[in-house]
């Protein structure tokens, strides 16, 4: 008789990079991105806290129809000076591993500003 070996669950990462204080994230929308950094991480890895970060001044990436398209993704050194707002606010991960604010996802590892003024 042989014996099975129990699967890994194919929702759930087997290895997982837990957040890290300082790290840079995205709150994604449907059509915008914004910056924030990771101010806090529970002892779990449960709950993140998170600030926003003053959206930098950048020429357009593009023009969408005729509007501006802003495109900027901070690097850590820019991430360490970066202004930040009064804004924080807290994500929860998921069964997935992913990280969501209210139902909008928060991708952990690049703070990255994205606008598009024609949507």
């Known amino acids: 008789m ?3 070996m129990p699967q890994a669950s194919p929702s759930v990462p087997v290895t997982r990079n837990p957040p890290q204080v300082g790290q840079g994230a995205t709150l994604v929308y449907p059509e915008d991105r914004y910056p924030y950094i990771i101010i806090g991480v529970s ?3 449960h709950r993140i806290t998170l600030q926003e970060v003053q959206a930098k001044a950048v020429a357009p990436a593009d023009t969408h ?4 398209v802003f495109d ?3 690097s850590e050194a820019e ?4 202004e930040l707002l009064k804004r924080t606010v807290t994500a929860t991960r998921r069964r997935d591993g992913s990280y969501y604010v209210g139902g909008s996802k928060m991708e952990i590892g690049q ?3 994205y606008r598009d003024y024609s949507s």
Not at 65 to 68: A, H, I, Q, Y
Not at 79 to 82: D, F, G, H, I, K
């Open 2 to 4: 042989t014996q099975k």
């Open 43 to 45: 002892p779990s890895g």
């Open 65 to 68: 129809n005729g509007f501006p």
């Open 72 to 74: 900027h993704v901070y």
């Open 79 to 82: 991430l360490a000076q970066a």
């Open 111 to 113: 703070a990255r500003y």
